[in-house]
């Protein structure tokens, strides 16, 4: 069978395989933030940091990535090291799963990597900073990220901070509408905007509580609907970046990459590693603070998801705790 040939290609940790043995729920996580989004050592302090904070909630990390011909689900330190340390990682999205695979290669997941991972190894959800999107000038450039493709077939939750305004937000949510992705948000009736908390834009459904989070969820897979869910929520105030100046710096970022005619999977490491670098390393600071928030939304999420039972029963819901913004303007 297909489903069977896919698997023999994971290799579970074995804190992971303890996990799923045990029934305790897991929350994946990505490898391109950590080769390809931030600088080491900070990098790896901040894995194994987040990989603490789901453990102390009583979840089990399982961070993925491509090593030797493998796809790992949960990596020991020394993995974690690799990847983090060796400027060799690959970028690996949809497309480039086979290629690192079959060559034995060491591969960082992005969102879509991840996602497609994470499904195999049954991991309902995933926790990652920001998601790619529609580039600004798509129009012109075609520079769409296979995230929001993956969002659209892939059946796993992915947990985020909203996305860069490295982007064109208006145009990537209105790219999911049309996909049929579900746009949650949680703490704000705004999808977030990475390193501030309001992108402007009405997120689908609001929804603050933990439990309505995960029938959402549970109902929109009941009904056989296959595909992600996206649940949006703000980097913590103390934490976020004036919008001004975050705006100059991407303005700036951007300039640069189309006169250094940057293009494909090399634009997103590019523009984070100069906005990294304008900013005298705050916007790290800031990177770091919203993935912790991100970990402990989804580590809860995961844990309640676990205990929905499935059909209507299961998931009634409140309906007053739902924002339907059908009337989001843009
Ligand atoms: N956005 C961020 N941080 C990141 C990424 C995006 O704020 O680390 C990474 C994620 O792995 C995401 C990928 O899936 O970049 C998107 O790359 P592209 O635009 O080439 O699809
Ligand atoms: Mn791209």
Known sequence: MVAD????????????????????????????????????????????????????MGAEPATIALIGGRIHIGLSDDELELLGRSGQVQKVSRRDLPAVLAAGGIGATTVAGTMICAALAGVEVFV?????????????????????????????????????????????????????????????????????????????FRLDDVADQARFIRTKWDLGLEGGVLLSTPVPEAAAMPPEEINALTQQALTEASAQGITGKAVTPFLLARIQ??????????????VK????????????????ERGPGGTRTNRNSWTDSASRVR
């Open 293 to 308: 928030h991100n970990a402990e939304v989804g580590a809860r999420l995961a844990l309640t998801l676990a205990h929905v």
């Open 128 to 204: 990652t900073g920001g998601i790619g999107g529609v580039h600004r000038g798509a129009q012109e450039t075609f520079d769409i990220s296979a995230d929001l493709q993956e969002l659209a077939k892939t059946s796993v939750v992915v947990v985020c901070a909203g996305a860069k305004s490295i982007l064109d937000i208006g145009l990537t949510l209105e790219y999911l509408e049309t996909h049929g992705v579900p746009v949650l948000s949680c703490e704000q009736d705004n999808f977030a905007a990475f390193y501030t908390r309001d992108s402007g834009f009405r997120a689908d």
């Open 277 to 290: 670098a304008l900013t005298g390393g705050r916007s790290l600071a800031t990177n770091i603070a919203l």
């Open 5 to 56: 040939l896919a698997h023999s290609w994971l290799t579970f940790s074995t804190s992971v395989a303890a996990a799923k043995a045990a029934g305790r729920p897991l929350v994946a996580l990505e490898s391109s933030i950590i080769a390809h989004g931030m600088p080491y050592p900070e990098n790896i302090r901040t894995a194994r940091e987040v990989e603490d904070l789901i453990r102390l």
